[in-house]
Each structure stands twice: as structure tokens, then as C-alpha cells.
């Protein structure tokens, strides 16, 4: 799909918003939107999001499809999952359903216009973290392809015989980033 292809090599979408508890910035689903709807103009494509509950394993997750339709009524469509919290202080369960929603589209987005989400770490200020802060930050970088990929999520899953990723062991978190490193669906190292 020439459209796509388009979109991916020109939308810009920065950075702009700070998590003040971690200390750095990261894009939301609404700043994707923002940047990629004068890019669906020019190139006179539709996009929709839309979500479905799923049960996995006892747990919830929202799946978010993201579906992009060229003029020609061709689509390019693709998937990612978040799971709701069971409880979260501050929040009633439509909020928590909706955060669970935004960071699904978020992922979903991420996957269709090829934008790299992971933590951008500057050596300098990590040089000195814990074995605990970096296989915090692998884990992360592993839930985020698997967020953003079902495929990446079901294989996982499905080799180490477990029902959801919070299940992951450190050491299977280790050799999953490593070798994920190593393919390139994880782009940098912690």
C-alpha cells in the first residue's frame, strides 16, 4: 500500500509529554492522531480505531485494531493488546478501562506507522543503575513488542507455557530481550 508506505517514511510524532515519576518524555495516542491526520488528507485515507474486550487467561485486555483504507478500499490493519488493572488508586473502572484503551490504540498505531516507542536512555544518567533497573527496563522493552505484536505475544506465551506475560520469569525475560536485540524487534540495549 504506496499511502502507507508514505505515511510511515513522513509522520513526525515527538515526544512531547513528561512522565514526571519516570522523568522522560513519551507520545500519546491523541499526539499520534494530531500528526498523522494532515498525512490521511493529503494522501486521502481513512483511519479507524476501535476496541474489543478479550479474556486471557482469566485476565482483561483491551484489544485495539487500528484499520488504515486508501481510496481504492484497500486496508492495512493491525492489532495490539493492553491489560486492565485490576485496581487503580484514583481511578473508577471506566477510567481504567479507558487508559487500558489509550495505550492499546497507542500500540496499535505504533505498529502501523512503524514508530519507534522504546525509552530513549541517556548513558550518562544510567551508567550507574542497579541489575534490578535494567531488567526493569528489559522487561519493559519485552512488553512492549508483545503489546504491540499478538504474534510476538502468542509465541511467547506459547513457548514458555504460560497464560499471560506477567508471568515471564526474569531469566525468560533476559533471553527473549537478548534475542530480540538481536533480531532488531528491539532496537537498542538497556
Not at 512531547?16 to 488528507?41: T, W
Not at 485486555?61 to 493491525?78: H, R
Not at 497464560?163 to 531469566?171: A, F, S, W
Request: proline share 2%; aromatic share 6%; glycine share 4%.
Amino acid at each position: 500500500m504506496e499511502e502507507l508506505i508514505k505515511i510511515q517514511s513522513r509522520l513526525k510524532a515527538p515526544k512531547n509529554q513528561l512522565n514526571k515519576f519516570g522523568n522522560y518524555n513519551y507520545r500519546s495516542c491523541e499526539d499520534i492522531l494530531e500528526a498523522v491526520k494532515p498525512l490521511l488528507e493529503e494522501m486521502q485515507c481513512t483511519l479507524v480505531l476501535s476496541d474489543e474486550v478479550k479474556d486471557v487467561g482469566g485476565r482483561v485486555y483491551i484489544e485495539a485494531t487500528a484499520i488504515l483504507t486508501n481510496e481504492k478500499g484497500k486496508s492495512a490493519i493491525v492489532k495490539a493488546y493492553a491489560r486492565e488493572e485490576e485496581t487503580k488508586k484514583g481511578m473508577d473502572a471506566a477510567q481504567i478501562t479507558g487508559s487500558a484503551s489509550s495505550y492499546a490504540r497507542k500500540y496499535a498505531l505504533n505498529g502501523l506507522f512503524c514508530i519507534d516507542d522504546s525509552k530513549e536512555i541517556d548513558s550518562e544518567k544510567h551508567e550507574n543503575r542497579t541489575p534490578e533497573e535494567v531488567l526493569s527496563d528489559k522487561r519493559k522493552a519485552v512488553y512492549d513488542v508483545m503489546l504491540a505484536n499478538n504474534n510476538a505475544l502468542n509465541t511467547i506465551l506459547k513457548r514458555y507455557d504460560i497464560g499471560v506475560m506477567e508471568d515471564l520469569t526474569n531469566k525468560q525475560i533476559e533471553t527473549t530481550y537478548n534475542a530480540w536485540v538481536k533480531s532488531g524487534h528491539i532496537k537498542e540495549k538497556v
